[in-house]
């Protein structure tokens, strides 16, 4: 063997942990503090957002491998409220993330949230750090905001899995699940609790994981692997494979009104049903703007108008 091939077996075999071990998201997390006195060092903002980035994208979520074209793109918008003192922050967290369509360069939402609930204690340059059998940590507040930014990743993997294959999602929605049986608990600590509202983190993962919601789970994988990862090649059967998704969660709508996960399903998804059935012809129109003005109320002036 010459000296030049052993030096690339040597190149490979340290590349190769690297290959396995590549990680799952390609987050970018941004903190900002606009609404917080000149009187605080801006300084502790600009070393919690490196430390959170380097948090979700340095950790490995799964045991599977992704290779670096397949991870999955999203974002973290930390909006910081209120300093009360003792490095307690109180904020609202947006999460973005998105997801590849077949044979195309479009990225359709597989989450866009909003979560206003986020209560947290920061010391500058603490770690940040996560243990799912131990989500409590001696500090409640501290543990708080790992806490919430791992739910939400597997929020994520568990949509984006189910994008793909049938239920399969249900072992990243379990391990958030597990995060909301075990949260952090705390006077100031909201979101995590059946009694802290009818839309938060808790009633997300109960509805997605409760059978009285199983056909949502069809809806998903239809909407995304049998609707729009088949709109390029044959959009006729691109907006069947969605209408039919539809028609299950009109379903679920109908025997339990105003869930979490409808309006989680629909958050900043109009635009793009409207771009999708404005093509269609007129009695398919007609379906799926009826089917849409149930389901995604706040925007059922929009599909009355746009897809007369």
Known sequence: MTKRICIIFLVLA??????????????????????????TDRKIFQTLQTSLNNFI??????????????????????????ALGNNVYQASLTVQAARPVFQS?????????????????????QSIEFNENRVQGSDPLAANLPAVLAYYVYVILGMDYSSFAL?????????????????????????WKAFDGIRNRYWLTENILSP????VSDAI????????????????????????????????????????????FFQGRSDE??????????????RARDILQKLDVSNASRYQQELR
């Open 14 to 39: 340290i590349l190769a942990p690297f290959n396995v071990s590549a990680q799952e998201l390609k987050a970018n997390v941004t903190v900002l503090a606009n609404r917080i006195s000149s009187q």
């Open 57 to 82: 994208n340095n950790r490995k979520w799964t045991n599977d491998v992704f290779q670096p074209g397949e991870r999955i793109e999203c974002n973290f918008l930390i909006n910081i409220d209120k």
């Open 105 to 125: 360069s479009y990225k359709t939402p597989l989450v866009n949230y909003l979560d206003n609930g986020l209560m947290f204690r920061y010391v500058e340059f």
């Open 167 to 191: 239920r399969g999602g249900d072992t990243y929605f379990q391990k958030a699940q597990n995060i909301v049986n075990n949260a952090p608990e705390n006077r100031d600590i909201v979101g």
């Open 212 to 215: 009285r919601f199983a056909l």
């Open 221 to 264: 994988y239809e909407y995304f692997r049998t609707g729009l990862d088949q709109m390029y090649s044959d959009p006729l059967q691109g907006r069947k494979g969605v209408l039919n998704a539809l028609n299950k969660l009109n379903q679920v709508n109908t025997e339990v009104p105003n869930s979490m996960i409808m309006q989680f």
């Open 273 to 286: 049903l409207i771009r999708m059935f404005a093509k269609a012809g007129p009695d398919e129109k007609s």
